[in-house]
């Protein structure tokens, strides 16, 4: 068993959790033209999506760099295409604008959600444990990693399905995240932070024609890697990390990479944190030393293609 492996099975123990209030919205972008629409400008392959189901996308400037992440889930009402979006809930609001912005004489709508006040709650655990999948709400669900994640959106003050199982708080929840190498655009990405070094392969599709971003994703997964790749992080005990930290080799004062954030673990005697590292410190143990006190030690690396 890896030292990732062993991480997830640990923070999964005695799951699966709920979370009450997860941090996400949605948009609707439908209509005879939606499905066109988003083929054209988002990295997944949209046309081919079957009704009910969901695909993980990302939206990308012409050089490759990541602008938001979502899922998609197709559905169909009145013989009409409906394509939900879910995004993280800080990134709804410029990702509506990015569409808006190139929605010229498409027969398309675009909204955020529908009326009342929106909710999300979200069920964590491992990909083949009993996670619920609510029928009559609007559910994305999706497996990463061996972790299983469902969200269900709904209106405040609705009636919502009894959970006798365990809570899980922001930061279990992020730390199960953390583990699956799923990033939180804007916080473990940057403006110059390409797709695939955020670990987005699955985000992106192999096959479909031209999108934005997708000649730097073509040419990287046809003459070689990036110079930098996600990893997961294991970091010595102490406060959240929300900002960029350098770190550096264990034995000299040379900077080699960064880690974006870090939260407690659960059991209280590490962090758990997402960053950047070239291909020489991504091998599972590698010690590093974190600017301003404190040791790291890599559990893993999220490669494109591996």
Same mark, same amino acid.
């Given at each position: ?21 997860? %941090?996400?919205?949605? !948009?609707?972008?439908? *209509?005879?033209?939606? /499905?066109?629409? =988003?083929?054209?400008?988002?990295? @997944? &392959? ?9 695909? %993980?996308?990302?939206? !990308?400037?012409?050089? *490759?760099?990541?602008? /938001?992440?979502? =899922?998609?889930?197709?559905?169909? @009402? &009145? ?228």
């Amino acid at each position: 068993m890896t030292a990732a492996d062993s991480l997830r099975a640990r923070l999964l123990a005695n799951g699966p959790f709920r979370r009450a209030e997860a %941090p996400y919205s949605t !948009l609707l972008v439908a *209509g005879f033209d939606a /499905a066109e629409f =988003l083929h054209r400008l988002c990295s @997944q &392959d949209i046309k081919s999506l079957a009704s009910g189901r969901t695909v %993980p996308a990302a939206f !990308l400037d012409a050089k *490759g760099k990541v602008v /938001a992440t979502c =899922l998609v889930k197709r559905l169909q @009402q &009145d013989g009409e295409d409906l394509f939900w979006i879910e995004t993280q809930a800080a990134q709804r609001d410029k990702l509506a604008q990015l569409l808006e912005r190139y929605h010229f004489t498409e027969k398309i709508r675009i909204s955020a959600g529908g009326p009342g006040e929106p909710c999300c709650e979200e069920w964590i655990g491992a990909a083949s444990s009993a996670v619920p999948d609510p029928s009559g709400s609007l559910c994305f669900s999706w497996s990463r990693a061996g972790i299983q994640f469902v969200r269900r959106h709904f209106n405040r003050g609705e009636a919502v399905p009894v959970w006798h199982g365990g809570q899980v708080d922001a930061d279990a929840a992020d730390c199960l995240q953390m583990a699956a190498g799923i990033v939180v655009v804007g916080v473990d990405t940057e403006s110059t932070t390409l797709a695939l070094e955020a670990a987005l392969d699955d985000h992106c599709s192999a096959t479909k024609g031209c999108y934005t971003g997708q000649e730097i994703v073509a040419r990287i997964h046809t003459y070689g890697h990036t110079n930098r790749a996600l990893c997961l992080i294991e970091l010595s005990a102490g406060p959240r990390i929300e900002s960029p930290v350098v770190l550096h080799e264990l034995e000299a004062a040379v900077p080699v990479g960064r880690v974006m954030r870090a939260v407690p673990l659960p059991w209280g005697s590490a962090r758990l944190g997402l960053g950047y590292l070239p291909k020489e410190f991504q091998r599972e143990g590698v010690r590093l030393r974190l600017a301003g006190g404190g040791t790291a030690s890599v559990v893993c690396a999220f490669v494109a293609g591996s």
